[in-house]
């Protein structure tokens, strides 16, 4: 498992032992005034290497990068080759008032496809505070980057009112993708002064830059739009927290995937009274309009009104805020969902959902649950605004068809961390143990039943017909408070929304009696 975070990658094993971690400023040789941030990854299952995106920046050289790497071989731990694709500068041909520079990119995001790899840059205009410019677009050939040499790159703006495009990243494993690589964002329409988006924009594009990198706009890379209604989100939402709020990512967009011929998108959004996490899917992207070309930039040509999604659905938890989705679909097309939870009265938490395949209206909604709590001594920016996750990326199990890996937030100790989330579905409840396996007939016996594939929140426990109340759970232990009953054995059985698994045995006993002892095996016993 390879995990980014921040200016941080990391390797683990399986069992989530950690084998190597690195700072990707010192991976990258940065000179000492940069800093490193915005990170995104994608492993290729065409070329074997690995894809590494990222941002640097320096407030006193007054420069800003968008840098790409490729791993050499299949190993993370390897040697890699390094490049910038985009820059902002403090030359005075480049700045966009007289010097210094005051353009930084702020966000980016990969998606590495059969022939190219496309690159989304958000970059901000920072002169004391800072605000959004638009979106650059950067379409690099892939076959240079495998090579290890500068790769030529054509960039596109598509207007000074559209932001924050995010890449749509291909998931499947084995074999290779296809040459078009996918975009989305939340798209203002209409007028050219519109600055408040009012529709789904997708973007396709074809070709390749021309292989002489001083003449790439000579090539054949072509952008095709295509835009779809949803409801808009909104475009920030600042989650309680105990004792104080939370800024979910500054992006509504968290998440974006391509598999089988569909777009599954996740985002941030105000369902009521608290966060949710919304879950847009698109499948049809035939008849698109094309926007830009190599030939012509952008192109003047009217996108026609926007179409429905496939599907667009809400995903929350009772009583509490969900924020800051990843997504991942597994080989089956059961979609999976992770996030961070919070509330007034809770510090964040980590939370799993998911949506059965074929991921439409009626499909079966696995039911959001805890898996991660949030930890009572969480003091590392508590009370304040601070800022969580932006991008969210995860990925199928190479080696377990029904398994997938998600990144996920969560105050699971004194501070936040980003955690590495397994998940299956359609695997029942599997259970090892069981204990205490007796208790009083008035109930209140407090059980501990140890297992795996368990669903927090949708876990019921049975003692015969009678529900146990539980008193603390996770992926793999629940504790419950056995209900009353009457004198002799009944079946504890666990059930959860993938099936039911018997725990065992548990003998009601009536006070001042006492239980049937073991059989005797022989031997000495000594007299009480």
């Known amino acids: 498992l390879v995990e980014i975070a921040g200016n941080a990658m990391a390797v683990y094993g399986f069992n989530g032992s950690l084998q190597w971690t690195v700072d990707l400023g010192q991976l990258f040789q940065l000179p000492t005034s940069y800093n490193f941030y915005a990170p995104s990854l994608q492993y290729d299952w065409g070329s074997g290497r690995w894809f590494l995106g990222g941002i640097a920046s320096s407030k006193t050289a007054y420069d800003s990068w968008v840098l790409l790497a490729v791993s050499q071989s299949g190993n993370p731990v390897g040697t890699w080759s390094f490049f910038i694709t985009d820059a902002t500068v403090n030359n005075p041909s480049q700045c966009q008032t007289p010097c210094p520079n005051t353009i930084y990119f702020m966000r980016e995001s990969i998606a590495v496809v059969g022939d190219k790899v496309v690159q989304a840059a958000q970059p901000q205009n920072c002169p004391s505070a800072c605000s959004n410019i638009a979106g650059r677009i950067l379409v690099v050939r892939k076959d240079q980057l495998l090579a290890g040499v500068q790769p030529a790159v054509d960039r596109f703006t598509l207007g000074m009112n559209q932001l924050d495009f995010l890449a749509v990243q291909p998931q499947s494993v084995g074999g290779t993708y296809g040459n078009i690589a996918f975009l989305v964002w939340l798209k203002p329409g209409g007028s050219v002064t519109n600055l408040t988006p009012d529709r789904l924009g997708l973007l ?169 709590g949030s930890n009572s001594t969480y003091s590392c920016f508590s009370g304040g605004g601070n800022r969580w996750g932006a991008y969210m990326r995860a990925a199928p199990d190479a080696n377990n068809a029904s398994r997938v890996w998600l990144p996920a937030e969560g105050a699971v100790a004194s501070c936040w961390v980003t955690g590495i989330v397994s998940a299956t579905m359609g695997v029942g409840p599997q259970v090892t143990g069981m204990n205490p396996t007796a208790g009083s007939i008035k109930g209140g016996q407090s059980v501990e039943i140890d297992g795996s594939f368990f669903v927090p929140d949708a876990d019921q426990v049975l003692f015969g017909t009678a529900h146990g109340a539980i008193l603390a759970e996770s992926s793999n232990v629940i504790y419950v408070s056995a209900p009353p009953g009457v004198a002799g054995p009944v079946t504890v059985s666990v059930q959860t929304p993938d099936g039911t698994a018997n725990a065992g045995t548990f003998t009601y006993i ?16 000594p007299r009480h």
């Not at 089988?260 to 998108?265: A, Y």
């Not at 009536?510 to 016993?525: E, I, L, N, V």
């Open 204 to 372: 396709q594009i074809t070709g390749l830059p021309y292989p002489d990198r001083t003449y790439s706009y000579q090539g054949t890379t072509t952008v095709w739009e295509k835009d779809f209604s949803a409801s808009m989100p909104a475009l920030s939402v600042s989650p309680a927290q105990q004792g104080g709020t939370l800024s979910a990512s500054p992006t509504p967009i968290t998440s974006a995937i391509l598999r089988d011929s569909q777009v599954v998108l996740a985002m941030n959004d105000n369902c009521g009274a608290v966060t949710c996490v919304r879950i847009i899917k698109m499948t049809n992207f035939g008849n698109a309009t094309v926007v830009a070309n190599d030939s012509n930039g952008q192109l003047p040509n009217t996108v026609p009104p926007p179409i429905a999604t496939d599907l667009d659905r809400p995903l929350g938890l009772s009583g509490a805020n969900l924020f800051d989705g990843s997504l991942a679909i597994d080989a089956n097309g059961n979609l999976f969902v992770a996030a961070a939870y919070s509330s007034s009265s809770q510090n964040p938490g980590t939370a799993v959902a998911g949506i059965g395949a074929p991921i439409n209206s009626t499909s079966t909604v696995m039911p959001t649950s805890r898996i991660a």
């Open 510 to 525: 009536t006070p001042g009696q006492r239980g049937t002892p073991p059989p005797s095996s022989g031997g000495f016993h």
